[in-house]
């Protein structure tokens, strides 16, 4: 069954350093997005991104944030200059059709970053 | 937004035991998601159901969308199933970003 792949699983990093997180979205799939999770709080959307721009993205996602989509199977999350409280569990996921209005999500296995 | 709130909070069940999650969310909605969160911490896709009964295995869910709310069960709960359950649905009717609840969490005793 296909499935969103992401690395790395761990990463830890001191503070300020940039970070890259890694995702392969389903390979037919058309729209991606980054969600956060806070240790011991609620799964938070992020960004959306379809057709190689941002379709959407919350309050959380400021000028340090960043996404692209390099080749035709990365889709990237960059952190330029990470903060204790970027500490988090990171999820990629993807959808066939827009995830709101008709689409499933699937979500990969989450990228868990510690900033020391 | 939509406001989307998971009962119980918390559910200690023998090995063994059946249970029943409440996902209710305050807007109309066209796509509702369970996920099973496991202790180290992957979310993994359990039902696509915005309306409706699915079952799968020990799991089943209802989504009565007219009446906001969805309902996970499993049953015959198996130490592999402790871990925390979300539901996630639109923010907004048609918008393609998922609020997830306040999740439940269940700890299957063996």
């Known amino acids: 069954e296909p499935e969103v792949t992401q690395t790395p699983s761990h990463q830890v990093t001191q503070m300020g350093q940039e970070v890259i997180l890694r995702c392969v979205p389903i390979s037919n799939h058309l729209y991606f997005y980054w969600y956060r999770q806070i240790l011991g709080q609620k799964v938070e959307f992020l960004v959306s991104?379809?057709?190689?721009?941002?379709?959407?993205k919350s309050e959380i996602f400021d000028d340090q944030f960043s996404v692209e989509r390099p080749d035709g199977s990365n889709f990237t999350l960059k952190i330029r200059s990470t903060k204790l409280e970027d500490s988090a569990m990171y999820f990629c996921?993807?959808?066939?059709?827009?995830?709101?209005?008709?689409?499933?999500?699937?979500f990969g296995e989450g990228s868990r970053l510690t900033v020391l | 937004g939509i406001q989307v709130e998971q009962s119980p909070p918390d559910l200690i069940l023998q090995e063994g035991a059946n249970s029943t999650l409440r996902c209710n969310f305050s807007d109309s909605v066209n796509n509702l998601q369970w996920f099973h969160q496991n202790p180290w911490g992957q979310l993994i896709n359990l039902f696509y159901?915005?309306?409706g009964t699915k079952q799968n295995g020990r799991l089943s869910a209802t989504t009565v969308a007219t009446e906001r709310y969805s309902l996970l069960y499993i049953s015959s709960s198996q130490t592999t199933d402790s871990g925390v359950y979300f539901c996630a649905v639109p923010s907004l009717f048609g918008n393609e970003k998922l609020t997830f609840g306040t999740g439940t969490r269940l700890t299957i005793i063996p």
């Open positions: 996921a993807s959808s066939l059709l827009a995830g709101g209005g008709t689409g499933e999500l699937f």
């Open positions: 159901i915005p309306s």
């Open positions: 991104f379809y057709n190689n721009e941002i379709s959407e």
